[in-house]
């Protein structure tokens, strides 16, 4: 398959310059993709974000490297992109549990963390339903958090992010804020140094609610609020783009999850589509989320790769 060979190509590409600092755009460039769309694809069959599998790698192979020779542990920091020895020690000690020094002792068990072999597998033994949409601009509002795929804390964040808004009366005040009771919850805001994007839980704005919100200066990013009911919400602007329109079916927040990773796992790898690296969102009309048939919809912008 056309796209496994080209994550694959990335891949090598990584374990080929451990020891060099490379940026996710030359990766993403060994797997001809966006690096927005490399980024979700490795994540969601790896299960490690990029930055994670460099880092863990690295550390891997600076163990190994001063458990079997005489480097002093301040090169082998440099080689493997620390610029201090103290940070060096700091994340190494985090991984293996051990400092570097110690890593040199005979007996001393340390951890590694094998070259990823991706393997994609269209099993087909369930529908997914979606459409293609053409849809014009438009404008949301609503609460933001930012969080992190690294170590999985994105979806436990995200969940508890639902849960407190309900609880603390956001999502009620929004409501005052929003021309239809439907809710979105969007990702957008990825920031490849960090490995973190931002989630907003959001509504179509109503027009009286945008007078006291600035529009955002670039499309994708929340515009900053400034009176007192804006203190609380930002606006984002979502841009005319083409859609995948994912039916999803269950209760919230596993139903959604699943879906999401089906998507990245078998969807995208099975059509000639990318993700066009602009805002995507969740849209939940009303209702029981908990119910197993409660119905909601995952908005995806694409491109169609050449």
Not at 12 to 34: Q, V
Not at 228 to 255: H, N, R, Y
Not at 262 to 269: A, G, L
Request: aromatic letters at 10%; one cysteine or more; a negative charge.
């Amino acid at each position: 398959m056309e796209w496994l060979k080209r994550m694959q190509a990335a891949i090598d590409y990584m374990e080929d310059h451990m020891d060099e600092r490379i940026t996710i755009e030359e990766i993403a460039r060994a797997a001809c993709s966006s690096t927005h769309h490399f980024q979700r694809m490795f994540y969601m069959l790896s299960g490690v974000t990029v930055g994670e599998y460099l880092r863990r790698r690295r550390l891997t192979l600076a163990a190994q490297e001063l458990a079997s020779s005489s480097s002093k542990v301040i090169d082998t920091a440099l080689k493997y992109g620390y610029d201090s020895p103290e940070s060096f020690a700091k994340a190494f000690r985090k991984v293996h549990g051990v400092s570097p020094s110690q890593a040199r002792h005979a007996g001393v068990k340390l951890k590694a963390f094998p070259r990823i072999a991706i393997q994609i597998m269209l099993k087909g033994d369930q529908e997914m339903d979606y459409r293609i949409v053409e849809r014009e601009g438009f404008t949301l509002i609503g609460k933001v958090i930012e969080t992190t795929s690294a170590g999985g804390k994105s979806s436990k964040e995200i969940t508890e992010f639902w849960r407190a808004c309900f609880e603390q009366g956001v999502i009620q005040r929004l409501s005052e804020q929003i021309e239809e009771e439907k809710l979105y919850g969007v990702v957008y805001g990825f920031d490849c140094e960090q490995d973190s994007f931002k989630y907003m839980i959001a509504g179509r704005a109503a027009r009286g609610a945008l007078a006291d919100h600035p529009q955002a200066a670039e499309v994708g990013q929340a515009a900053e609020a400034d009176s007192q009911t804006a203190d609380e919400f930002k606006t984002l602007e979502i841009p005319a783009s083409t859609w995948a329109v994912f039916t999803c079916v269950g209760p919230m927040p596993g139903a959604i999850q699943s879906l999401i990773h089906r998507i990245y796992q078998e969807w995208f790898p099975a059509t000639g589509y990318e993700h066009a690296g602009t805002p995507e969102f969740e849209l939940y009309p009303p209702g029981d989320s908990s119910s197993e048939d409660y119905q909601c919809e995952m908005w995806i912008p694409v491109i169609k790769k050449e």
